[in-house]
């Protein structure tokens, strides 16, 4: 089956279209200053029109007050708010209840007890997105093109819906789908030529990549 997948840090119409065009159920604004995928909310209101009713758009924040999260929804109307900070579970509950939204809760993973932490999310956060923690020294909590163990996640059962980020591109997507059977792909980095600048011929590199991996395996016989 295939999985939901999200590109994440558009900036471009031309990267929005390309992402539509190969499928794409999620795309992802960023609304946090330090990173290179930063968008202005109003920019991404207009970019996002193309993907209206396409595609579910994510307003992805670090945690955001409702300062920020009142200009976003504002402007970009997003479907869904994806908390990328140390947002409490009463804090996801509350801005569920003030927007009307459903919430991804990301995850930062390195070891399982890092994991540990979704317990008191759950029937909290409509999904989760599980990504790397970042290198020692970055800024970024996401997009720092880094994967952690994917084995980790095998003690999740089907009631946890989540997205898998971190690291993801063309050469390693079929085997992070092979270990963790995720429901959801997230990718950012791996489909760029620089940092925030997506490149369409890896997008689509990425999409072959998936779509390969999908593929019902043959058993030759005689």
Request: hydrophobic share 40%; charged share 25%; net charge negative.
């Amino acid at each position: 089956m295939k999985p939901d997948i999200k590109i994440c840090g558009l900036k471009t119409a031309e990267a929005i279209d390309r992402a539509l065009a190969r499928g794409a159920t999620h795309i992802g604004f960023i609304f946090f200053e330090k990173s290179p995928r930063y968008i202005e909310p109003d920019v991404a209101g207009r970019l996002a029109e193309a993907a209206r009713g396409k595609a579910k758009i994510v307003a992805v924040t670090v945690n955001p007050t409702n300062d920020d999260l009142d200009e976003i929804v504002a402007l970009l109307r997003p479907d869904m708010i994806q908390l990328h900070g140390d947002e409490s579970p009463e804090r996801v509950l509350t801005i569920k209840a003030v927007y009307g939204l459903p919430v991804m809760k990301a995850f930062s993973v390195r070891t399982s007890e890092d994991l540990q932490r979704v317990e008191a999310y759950i029937g909290i956060a409509d999904r989760f997105l599980f990504d790397a923690k970042p290198p020692r020294g970055s800024e970024l909590p996401g997009g720092n093109g880094v994967s952690f163990d994917w084995s980790l996640l095998s003690w999740l059962d089907d009631s946890v819906d989540y997205m898998l980020s971190g690291g993801l591109n063309k050469d390693n997507i079929a085997e992070a789908m092979a270990i963790t059977k995720a429901p959801g792909i997230d990718v950012s980095s791996g489909v760029e030529s620089a940092p925030g600048t997506k490149d369409v011929v890896m997008i689509d590199r990425f999409f072959d990549a998936v779509e390969k991996a999908c593929e019902p395996e043959t058993v030759s016989g005689s």
